[in-house]
């Protein structure tokens, strides 16, 4: 029981930390049953600060299930996309501070997959979690100077693309209500209208059910394809929710489908719009 409660203190931050290395819910409570197999063994009487320990075992865990995984994503039928998470109430904590929301967004995520896990792991730690490089090098065992190059490697990567969500929550609440409408109405000029010139739609459907097996590109191309896979269901039920920190919604078909969709915005215009249809990304109740 005592080193359930100690666990238990620390978990919000410590599925988040998973989370958001991972981008999977299911594999951040899996690290976090095995974290905690490892705290009752370990003589927690030598443990001085057991959120630093359980912070050093959640990550290094993290970054061996996200090595694994490389190889198994190459046979992963269409894009990849974080399983989306409601966020209101978060299971990962209070979110106010805007890293920590922007932090979870599925943008955010789906970028942080070009990255090393080391990279992964840095990015997060300092970004979100605000850890300065001397702690991060001792929960990677690594020196303070390798984690600022490992960040700033990470930020040089991901850097010119994040730039693609920069809108604020007004904004986003705005053009996810526009956008929801016109793909309803199925009024495709309104549609297109909504999105900068270089838009991209990301389908997951992870072989499971119809989605684009490859990114969508361009305005026009992308209001096709989201009225066509959202109005071939038959009417729709939409309800606005909260997902990864973000105005998102969860649309219901009358076939029965159910699709999670989030937004990415930036200057006044939808750049990325991101549609989970994977089943087995969308397990609890909409």
């Given amino acids: 029981m005592e080193a359930a409660g100690a666990l238990d203190a620390h978990r919000p931050m410590l599925l988040g930390l998973a989370y958001r290395l991972l981008g999977s819910r299911y594999d951040a409570e899996d690290v976090l049953q095995e974290a905690y197999l490892r705290w009752v063994r370990v003589d927690r009487a030598g443990v001085a600060e057991p959120r630093r320990y359980l912070s050093r075992v959640v990550t290094r865990l993290a970054m061996d299930r996200l090595r694994a995984r490389q190889s198994a994503r190459e046979s992963y039928v269409g894009p990849w996309l974080p399983e989306p998470v409601p966020t209101m109430p978060s299971p990962f904590g209070p979110l106010e501070r805007v890293e920590l929301r922007d932090s979870l967004s599925t943008a955010l995520l789906h970028l942080l997959e070009r990255l090393t896990p080391p990279e992964r792991a840095v990015y997060v730690l300092h970004t979100a979690f605000e850890l300065p490089y001397a702690e ?10 390798d984690c600022r190059q490992l960040h700033h490697r990470a930020t040089e990567r991901i850097g010119r693309d994040r730039r693609r969500f920069t809108a604020d929550r007004a904004e986003q ?114």
């Avoid at 001792?138 to 303070?144: G, I, V």
């Avoid at 309800?239 to 990864?244: A, C, K, P, Q, W």
């Fill in 173 to 286: 609440e705005r053009l996810l209500q526009a956008f929801v409408t016109a793909v309803d109405e199925g009024d495709l000029a309104a549609l297109t209208g909504l999105m900068a010139a270089d838009a991209t739609g990301w389908s997951d459907g992870g072989g499971r059910v119809r989605s684009a097996r490859n990114p969508v590109t361009g305005a026009d191309r992308v209001a096709r394809f989201m009225i066509g896979i959202c109005r071939k269901g038959g009417a729709l039920t939409v309800r606005r929710t909260e997902l990864n920190g973000q105005p998102g919604v969860m649309v219901s078909t009358a076939a029965g489908a159910r699709y999670a969709l989030t937004l990415g915005i930036a200057a006044g215009r939808i750049t990325d719009v991101f549609l989970v249809t994977n089943p087995d990304k969308i397990p609890w109740t909409a």
């Fill in 136 to 145: 991060i090098a001792e929960l990677l065992d690594r020196s303070a100077e």
